[in-house]
């Protein structure tokens, strides 16, 4: 598939000077982040099951990870058929949320969008400045094995632009993990004993490496599975890697600050709280969601028990965005 050209800054960040970044907030009249009252019994609003059965291509196929867009307006499911669902929520003339569904074998509605990827789909994360009021910034990235990492437009499907790695012998190599960084410039990427920085405007095979093993041995030496930013103004990212260790990094210049050890499994998902000072990290086969004081990172805070010990499927937690409480998968 041919490569679309990729927005300017301007188009992608709002109110960007090149050499300088300005973030503007995001503007949401209509959407907003419900507060969670855990005394109020929750009630479905919409049910989704359908789209994400098995089928004779595939027939353990389920669903692998739903992500939030930034600005709220809809949310983005991975499967295991090698697909992404986006859908959007859905409201009445009013402006209110939609009536609460039954509990029924048809779906609430279909996905806006269907977008399929040639393989197992690793990871995937929206552009941080995502609005729906500007269809320019409605992208997100993926990446899938044996593929390079993929923009995707989320209004029409297109593929925007590809970022690509290679390996020794000039191969594509695939990430295993992809994030953007707040400022929304940089596309990160996690591979096995690396970490490679691409310019979001400079789409291509042009990028940064930055080795996740130093000469001396300090480092991961693993394949680095999951990137997280602060959302603080620390300019402090995470990086959670296979070898069982997290890893923290200073933005500005990659210095690797500390190597946190403490996890039973392989680590699958790294995620700081909302203020920028504590880091969640968890594990494959790994019964415990672990909590770091990034400012003291000596010991582990508190352990939170999950039922993951036996199953090797990557499970996510989240944590809500008032940051007064985390959800986690678990096995059945």
Request: net charge negative; hydrophobic share 35%; proline share 5%.
């Amino acid at each position: 598939m041919a490569e679309a050209e990729l927005p300017s800054v301007e188009h992608l960040s709002g109110e960007v000077e090149i050499g300088e970044v300005t973030e503007t907030p995001l503007e949401v009249d209509l959407l907003s982040w419900p507060v969670i009252d855990l005394r109020v019994p929750p009630y479905r609003t919409c049910h989704f099951f359908n789209q994400f059965r098995a089928t004779a291509s595939n027939p353990n196929n389920f669903l692998k990870a739903v992500k939030w867009s930034p600005d709220g307006s809809c949310f983005l499911t991975c499967s295991d058929d090698n697909t992404l669902r986006l859908f959007s929520l859905q409201y009445d003339e009013s402006g209110t949320d939609a009536d609460s569904c039954s509990a029924s074998s048809a779906d609430s509605y279909n996905a806006n969008l269907v977008v399929s990827e040639g393989e197992s789909v690793y990871d995937y994360c929206w552009y941080p400045y995502m609005s729906i009021s500007s269809p320019d910034t409605c992208v997100f990235a993926t990446t899938t094995r044996d593929h390079p990492i993929h923009l995707w437009d989320a209004n029409t499907g297109q593929l925007r632009c590809t970022y690509r790695a290679y390996d020794a012998m000039d191969e594509i190599t695939a990430a295993f993990s992809v994030s953007f960084n707040p400022a929304g410039t940089k596309v990160i990427a996690g591979y096995n004993k690396s970490l490679r920085i691409f310019d979001v405007h400079r789409p291509g095979r042009d990028f940064k490496q930055i080795s996740t093993l130093q000469a001396n041995k300090e480092g991961q030496s693993g394949i680095i599975s999951s990137i997280a930013f602060s959302p603080s103004d620390s300019g402090l990212l995470a990086t959670g890697s296979y070898d069982q260790t997290t890893a923290i990094y200073r933005e500005d210049n990659m210095e690797l600050l500390y190597v946190l050890h403490g996890q039973e499994g392989g680590v699958t998902h790294v995620q700081f709280s909302k203020d920028g000072n504590y880091l969640y990290t968890g594990g494959r086969k790994d019964p415990y969601v672990l909590c770091w004081d990034i400012r003291k990172t000596v010991e582990i805070v508190y352990k939170l028990y999950r039922s993951t010990e036996t199953t090797n499927q990557r499970i996510f937690f989240d944590i809500d965005p008032i940051g007064q409480h985390l959800a986690t998968g678990g096995q059945v």
